[in-house]
């Protein structure tokens, strides 16, 4: 079956939350030719940039005070360099800001009309997003980042806003990703995520991780990297035996005309050896590290 080309925007948090929940399924849409643009919410620069905000936690004459008195632009400079520079590991050269501040992130009208100004003008056919429920709705930057973009999604595609030179734009799809109960003292005890699109990304495995090795300034490189993929990506593989695996939760449910299925599903060997050998590969420690690894 022939599949007309996409265009999909993910809207994240943070600079590398589009990657390591979706990075390699971004990948693939971006090797097929699907355009993928990536938006990013914030900045990072006061929640996840640890290189610099470590330093500015220890006494003075034990810190280096050129990465502790660094300014929040020069911070947020450095993390985009980074994001891009990850982004072009998996075929991604769409990367927007939307500069809002990390520290404190509300809810507002202003940020919403903008979700919904850059929709309307991009007219994306996949929305990826975080969940807007994850850890109860509370706490967290990611929820928060799904409420707003949720918000924005219906008043681009439902609502004449105020600036009517932009016609409205329906989604066919959003996909929420992230994991719903995170944390140990996660709040959300009464939604249950239903996760039922899984994406094989063992491919290009070795090429998310290389994209995450770019994120240095919050300490996602090196070894994290690599263990992150392992325990999370690697774990979320063996629900569905393959190696590695990134999953999502669609919102709109889709319809068939058949059941669907995928060949890979049809072919799949069903015995208990072949699919312990499927999951068993082990990917990410072969992937060499070149910058210096901080213990």
């Not at 280096?64 to 400079?77: F, G, H, R, S, Y």
């Not at 690599?226 to 063996?238: M, N, Q």
Request: proline content about 4%.
């Amino acid at each position: 079956m022939n599949v007309r080309k996409m265009k999909i925007m993910a809207i994240c948090a943070h600079p590398g939350d589009a990657f390591d929940d979706s990075g390699g399924t971004l990948c693939h849409h971006a090797e097929r030719g699907d355009e993928v643009i990536v938006v990013l919410l914030t900045n990072g620069a006061r929640s996840h940039a640890a290189l610099f905000t470590d330093e500015k936690r220890k006494a003075k004459g034990q810190r280096d005070e050129k990465k502790a008195n660094m300014t929040v632009e020069q911070i947020e400079q450095v993390k985009a360099d980074e994001i891009i520079a990850a982004g072009k590991e998996l075929g991604i050269t769409d990367i927007r800001f939307m500069h809002e501040e990390d520290d404190i992130l509300l809810v507002k009208e202003e940020t919403i009309l903008k979700v919904a100004d850059l929709i309307r003008e991009e007219k994306p056919d996949i929305l990826v997003t975080h969940h807007p429920e994850q850890e109860g709705g509370l706490l967290t930057t990611h929820p928060i980042v799904g409420q707003i973009v949720m918000l924005g999604y219906e008043a681009a595609g439902a609502r004449w806003t105020r600036d009517e030179t932009l016609p409205p734009h329906q989604i066919s799809q959003v996909f929420f990703i992230g994991q719903v109960n995170a944390k140990a003292w996660s709040l959300a005890h009464v939604y249950h995520p239903h996760w039922y699109v899984y994406v094989d990304i063992e491919d290009v495995v070795d090429r998310k991780i290389k994209a995450l090795d770019h994120l240095k300034s919050q300490r996602y490189e090196g070894i994290l990297a690599r263990k992150r993929i392992e325990v999370a990506d690697g774990w979320i593989g063996t629900r569905v035996d393959v190696s590695y695996a990134e999953r999502f939760i669609p919102m709109i449910p889709e319809v068939y005309k058949y059941f669907p299925i995928e060949q890979s599903t049809l072919d799949k060997p069903k015995g208990w050896t072949d699919r312990v050998h499927a999951v068993s590969k082990f990917v990410t420690h072969k992937v060499p590290f070149e910058g210096k690894q901080i213990l």
